[in-house]
């Protein structure tokens, strides 16, 4: 087994972990390409590293929304990724018969932010034994977010993991309330900022959810400055023809240089 990843931040070097990959398995290629190149710059930069990629998709704003290669396929993808480069692998699932499905493949379940209070979801995803990464829920302030953690705690889970991705403000945005970090640190567990979906604009009249990734340096250097545990991005070789978040995904060849950036952000706050 890996070590358990709300571990992962206590290292030697002290660096925060990061959490990254595409949105979605698109194919059976893809993810190896992007694990390896993630994992040889987080190698070179002593940054823990754990590859995150949905098997699928389930909210989706249009009925024609890429949701996936199957669910079986994608899961065993995700195996292969994770037994071949030796990482821990997140994805996401919706309801209780995908945790136990999900956890036969993966280290790690997360819970969207839209079904963090899902009490059943939680408790499933608890029973598993696996890390469970809960996601704040854009309509939740950070204190709200105990009662999650209590639930886990509840059901048996002493391997979780909090995550900030944004806070709704108006219909089509998201605004970071770094407030979270400190606040969410209460309940004794690791924090991650997510940089990448932080940056959305959902709600789009077309269907298809904008974004700013633009910013994402800019969210990145305030999550590590306040000392967030860890860092999630999505990130892809060609995020205009990604088939899920394009529009708020970094740029696979600009990873390097954001994640020296954060780390000697990082470096300097500590």
């Known amino acids: 087994?890996?070590?358990?990843?709300?571990?992962?931040?206590?290292?030697?070097?002290?660096?925060?972990?990061?959490?990254?990959?595409?949105?979605?398995?698109?194919?059976?290629?893809?993810?190896?390409?992007?694990?390896?190149?993630?994992?040889?710059?987080?190698?070179?930069l002593e940054i823990p590293f754990a590859f995150k990629a949905s098997y699928r998709k389930a909210n989706r704003s249009r009925v024609d929304s890429f949701t996936g290669i199957g669910d079986l396929e994608a899961l065993r993808v995700l195996q292969a990724v994770g037994r071949k480069y030796n990482v821990?692998?997140?994805?996401?699932i919706h309801n209780e018969r995908e945790a136990a499905q999900a956890a036969e493949y993966v280290d790690v379940l997360q819970i969207p932010a839209f079904l963090c209070r899902q009490t059943d979801l939680l408790e499933a995803a608890a029973r598993t034994g696996r890390c469970v990464n809960v996601k704040k829920g854009q309509f939740l302030s950070p204190e709200a977010m105990v009662h999650a953690v209590d639930k886990l705690r509840h059901f048996g889970s002493d391997n979780i993991m909090l995550?900030?991705?944004?806070?709704?403000?108006?219909?089509?945005?998201?605004?970071?309330?770094?407030?979270?970090?400190?606040?969410?640190?209460?309940?004794?567990?690791?924090?991650?900022?997510?940089?990448?979906?932080?940056?959305?604009?959902?709600?789009?009249?077309?269907?298809?959810?904008?974004?700013?990734?633009?910013?994402?340096?800019?969210?990145?250097?305030?999550?590590?400055?306040?000392?967030?545990?860890?860092?999630?991005?999505?990130?892809?070789?060609?995020?205009?023809?990604?088939?899920?978040?394009?529009?708020?995904?970094?740029?696979?060849?600009?990873?390097?240089?954001?994640?020296?950036?954060?780390?000697?952000?990082?470096?300097?706050?500590r």
């Open 1 to 44: 087994m890996y070590p358990k990843l709300n571990q992962l931040h206590h290292t030697a070097t002290g660096n925060f972990f990061l959490i990254a990959g595409p949105c979605v398995v698109e194919n059976s290629e893809m993810p190896f390409e992007i694990c390896e190149r993630l994992l040889a710059i987080t190698s070179r």
């Open 88 to 92: 821990p692998v997140v994805t996401d």
């Open 163 to 269: 995550t900030e991705r944004g806070a709704t403000f108006g219909y089509q945005d998201l605004v970071v309330d770094f407030r979270s970090v400190p606040v969410m640190k209460r309940n004794e567990v690791p924090v991650v900022v997510d940089i990448t979906h932080s940056l959305q604009r959902p709600n789009q009249p077309a269907g298809v959810t904008g974004g700013n990734p633009e910013l994402i340096e800019t969210i990145g250097r305030a999550a590590v400055a306040v000392q967030a545990d860890g860092i999630f991005m999505e990130t892809h070789p060609d995020p205009a023809n990604a088939k899920s978040d394009g529009a708020n995904m970094l740029p696979l060849d600009m990873a390097g240089h954001l994640l020296e950036t954060l780390l000697k952000i990082h470096i300097a706050s």
